[in-house]
């Protein structure tokens, strides 16, 4: 049972795979035991929005409130939440950190058992929902996120309170994108429709001399982590791969490749950082300008408009475009 009053709330709710979302009102439950309701301050968006806004197989679900990448501030929390209180700044991260289970008290996994990271599309603890549409249907939640929306719930695990100081427009960048990616770097870039009868990794294998000391795969599908790992070099060529496949998606590797190459392949969820220890250091760097967060910033608009954010990604034209509530 939820205590305490729901509040009226703004959303930007995704009806059907790749419409438009509607901008309507919504109400958000209470926070319940372990969890927290948060006003967002601003929210940015990140290409996965996108993927599960066109998808049309599962895990895609419908109606849902996308938006995973947000900074906001504690309205109010649940039973047993001391770590945060109501005024707070957070960001929330789509990986759990409970800080207690054998993961997260290790430094070598950011993989957090007590609640482990899932494409579910529900509250983390119990598969419920905190958003309800005016008509009394509830609607998904996104990644434990769901920042499409003025105010949202998310388990404390999923948040971690941060310097109220630093410039929301950029701090809500550590929440997903610049904590999963690199700094700027790209000297060279291969159009794999420009490649004629070679692969991808032919060309990069040309170029290299043999093979890139490390290659990151972005998107997750098979087919190109198959070309990233035929992209690194013999002997400690490495491919790691930040973005996720479909469920059930396989990877077809011969076993001489695998074992008698010396190459290696990982994959790293939100680049490996641990939510809560991390995001401090990221934003400590930013205040002493060693990590360049303006620059990913190309774009900025009102929540009214966040139709135009999602035009402006999908047409390439932004890296990460700022949605102020
Ligand atoms: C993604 C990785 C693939 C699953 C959804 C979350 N990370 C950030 O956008
Ligand atoms: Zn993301």
């Known amino acids: 049972l939820l205590k305490g009053p729901k509040v009226e709330d703004v959303a930007a709710v995704s009806r059907q795979p790749g419409e438009p979302l509607v901008i309507e009102e919504i109400t958000v439950a209470p926070p319940g035991a372990y969890e927290v309701r948060i006003r967002i301050i601003c929210t940015s968006l990140c290409y996965s929005d996108i993927t599960f806004w066109k998808l049309k197989v599962p895990p895609a679900c419908f109606p849902r409130i996308l938006g995973h990448e947000a900074i906001g501030v504690v309205e109010s929390v649940g039973e047993n939440v001391e770590e945060v209180k109501e005024g707070d700044t957070v960001i929330p991260t789509f990986m759990a950190d409970c800080g207690d289970c054998v993961d997260c008290r290790s430094k070598k996994s950011n993989l957090c058992s007590k609640l482990p990271f899932a494409l579910k599309p529900w509250m983390p603890r119990n598969d419920t929902t905190r958003f309800t549409d005016l008509n009394g249907e509830p609607l998904y939640h996104f990644l434990f996120v769901s920042s499409f929306s003025e105010y949202t719930v998310l388990d404390v695990a999923h948040v971690v309170k941060i310097d109220p100081a630093i410039p929301p427009n950029r701090a809500c960048l550590l929440s997903c994108g610049v904590s999963t990616g690199q700094r700027f770097g790209v000297t060279e870039f291969v ?135």
């Open 191 to 325: 159009d794999s429709s420009s490649c004629g009868d070679k692969s991808v990794s032919q060309v990069i294998n040309e170029m290299t001399g043999g093979g890139a000391d490390y290659c990151f795969e972005c998107v997750g599908l098979s087919s190109l982590v198959e070309e990233a790992y035929a992209s690194c070099r013999k002997g400690w060529g490495k491919t790691i791969v930040l973005g996720v496949d479909r469920p059930g998606a396989q990877l077809n590797f011969s076993s001489f490749e695998v074992l008698h190459t010396g190459k290696t392949i990982t994959g790293s969820l939100f680049g490996g950082i641990k939510a809560k220890s991390d995001i401090p250091i990221l934003l400590k760097r930013y205040v002493d300008k060693e990590l360049h967060l303006d620059e990913f910033v190309t774009h900025e608009v009102k929540f009214e408009d966040i139709n135009k954010a999602f035009n402006l990604l999908i047409e390439g034209k932004c890296i990460r475009c700022v949605i102020w509530m």
